[in-house]
C-alpha cells in the first residue's frame, strides 16, 4: 500500500477494501496453514537442468518420452493407456531444435521427455486426444500429456521470429526460443481467461454456445484483455455476454487448459439479478436454480429432458459444484 492510498499505480484506490479488511497482519486468514497438494505439479519440472545439456543428456537413457504426432495425439498402446517408451529405444537425443523437449523430473527423479513422433522409428498400436486421456488417464499422466501438448503447439506456432522473421531455433531443454537472425528471445506463451460461477445468490447463471449439444450449459468464461484485473474481467465478460451486472468476486482455483494454449481463472461472484440477454456471442444464458444444476449434476447420462452441465474433468464443472455446494451449507 503507497501512503496515497492506492494499492497500484494502474488499480483504483479502495478496489481491494475487502482484502484489506481481511488482512490484519494474520496470514492465517488469508492462507491456510496446511500443506495444500495444489501447490505441486506432477512433475518437478527442474529448470536448472534444462540448461545443462550434459545433464539432460546423461538422463535420457532411462527418461520416459511421450512421443506426440502432428495433431497433437500422444501415442497409446492396445488399450489407450500411455505409451512413452525409454529414450534408448528412441533414436534421437534430448534438447536441441526440432529434438526433445524437457519436461522435468517424477517422483523418482526419472526424466520426462516429449517428442515429435515423426522423429523416431518407435511405432504404437493406438493414440489417443488430450480430452480423452483427461477422462482415462491417471492425473499423473494427463497432467504430463497436457504440458507436452502445450509446449508442441506453441512451437508449432512460433517457428519464424515475430520481430524480424528469421527462423526460430530451440534451447534449454526446448523452453526457449531463439531467432537465428536477430536474436530475439520468445517463451511459450499462456493465454489467462476467467470463468466464473456467478450467483444472485439464489440462482446460478449459465450460458450456451451455439453448436453445443442440446441443453448443455456452463458457467461464463472470457479472456483477459490487456491493461485489465482479472477481477475486471470477471464483470466486463459477464457483462458483455448476459448484460448481468457483477457487483463482487473471488479467485477460487486454476485449470490450465491446454486446447492450446490458455490458463482458466476460476472465480465466484455476486450479481444483480438482472434478467440475461445474450447477442451474438452467447445463443442464451439463463438463471437456473440450485434444484435444477443439483439434478443435472446428479444424472450420470443425458435424460433427454433436462439441463447438461460441462464434463467433470473441466473447472466449469468444478466451479458449478462449488456453488451448489454452498447452497446446500446454507440450507443445512
Ligand atoms: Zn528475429
Known amino acids: 500500500m503507497t501512503a496515497d492510498g492506492a494499492p497500484f499505480a494502474f488499480v483504483e484506490a479502495g478496489a481491494f477494501t475487502d482484502v484489506d479488511a481481511r488482512f490484519s497482519g494474520d496470514w492465517s486468514a488469508l492462507i491456510p496453514a496446511r500443506d495444500d497438494p495444489s501447490c505441486h505439479g506432477a512433475l518437478d519440472r527442474a ?37 512413452a517408451p525409454l529414450g534408448e529405444q528412441i533414436s534421437q537425443g534430448p534438447g536441441g531444435t526440432g529434438a526433445a523437449i524437457f519436461l522435468g523430473l517424477d517422483g523418482e527423479r526419472r526424466g520426462w521427455f516429449a517428442l ?32 507436452a501438448r502445450a509446449l508442441q503447439h506453441w512451437r508449432s506456432r512460433y517457428r519464424y521470429c515475430n520481430v524480424c522473421a528469421g527462423e526460430i531455433g530451440f534451447e534449454r531443454g526446448g523452453w526457449l526460443g531463439r531467432c537465428g537472425q536477430c536474436g530475439q528471445e520468445h517463451y511459450p506463451r499462456t493465454d ?30 472470457g479472456f483477459v484483455e490487456p491493461g485489465e484485473t482479472l477481477e475486471q474481467t470477471v464483470a ?34 455476486l450479481a444483480h439479478p438482472d434478467p440475461p440477454q445474450v447477442d451474438d456471442e452467447l445463443e442464451d444464458a439463463r438463471w437456473f436454480t440450485a434444484d435444477e444444476v443439483r439434478a443435472a449434476s446428479a444424472a450420470d447420462s443425458d435424460d433427454g429432458v433436462g439441463l447438461r452441465l460441462s464434463p467433470t474433468i473441466s473447472i466449469s464443472r468444478w466451479l458449478t459444484d462449488c456453488w451448489l455446494a454452498a447452497m446446500a451449507s446454507r440450507s443445512r
Open 47 to 83: 529448470d536448472l537442468l534444462r540448461a545443462d545439456p550434459q545433464a539432460l543428456s546423461a538422463l535420457w537413457a532411462q527418461s520416459r518420452v511421450l512421443l506426440l504426432d502432428e495433431a497433437g495425439f500422444a501415442l497409446a498402446d492396445e488399450a489407450g493407456a500411455v505409451f
Open 116 to 147: 515429435d513422433a515423426r522423429l523416431t522409428a518407435v511405432e504404437a498400436p493406438g493414440r489417443v486426444d488430450l480430452r480423452t486421456a483427461a477422462a482415462h488417464w491417471s492425473a499423473f499422466h494427463a497432467s504430463v500429456y497436457a504440458q
Open 192 to 221: 489467462p481467461a476467467v470463468i466464473v460461477a456467478v450467483t444472485d445468490g439464489e440462482r446460478l447463471l449459465l450460458g450456451r454456445q451455439p453448436g453445443w449439444a442440446p441443453r448443455r450449459y456452463s458457467v461464463l468464461a
Open 236 to 269: 466486463r465478460e459477464v457483462l458483455e455476454e448476459s448484460r448481468v451486472r457483477v457487483r463482487a468476486c473471488r479467485y477460487l482455483a486454476s485449470q490450465p487448459w491446454p486446447f492450446p494454449g490458455q490458463l482458466m481463472l476460476g472465480f465466484i461472484a
